[in-house]
């Protein structure tokens, strides 16, 4: 069974910082991609970042020079640094990720289970 767990959301004034954590754990034979994704009251989820096993990254217009989303291999673990947050960054963010697990050896994807983030102005 394959796992991913966020943690690091809360609440924080206009132009301050969050970093968001996603661990990976159960029996995984290798991690693709990883992503954040968010989703606001009333609104769509919609991605905020991504990046490969290789590091290459992605990211939404409405983030960048602001987050910056990284990984550690070795750890299962991806992060989201989040910095210069304003009220519209208010959303449930949500790690995803491609996992092929031990058994069968072919792509899943997981979803955690969310975050609250709440920036206030």
């Known amino acids: 069974q394959v796992q991913l767990v966020e943690s690091g959301g809360g609440l924080v004034q206009a132009g301050g910082s969050l970093r968001l954590s996603c661990v990976a754990s159960?029996?995984?034979?290798?991690?693709?991609?990883m992503g954040w994704y968010r989703q606001a009251p009333g609104k769509q989820r919609e991605l905020v970042a991504t990046?490969?096993?290789?590091?290459?990254?992605n990211y939404a217009d409405s983030v960048k020079g602001r987050f910056t989303i990284s990984r550690d291999n070795a750890k299962n673990t991806m992060y989201l640094q989040m910095n210069s947050l304003k009220p519209e960054d208010t959303a449930v963010y949500y790690c995803?990720?491609?996992?092929?697990?031990?058994?069968?050896?072919?792509?899943?994807?997981?979803w955690g289970q969310g975050t609250q983030v709440t920036v206030s102005s």
């Open positions: 995803r990720s491609t996992i092929v697990p031990l058994t069968p050896r072919a792509n899943f994807v997981y």
């Open positions: 990046i490969v096993s290789g590091g290459t990254t």
């Open positions: 159960g029996s995984i034979y290798t991690i693709n991609t």
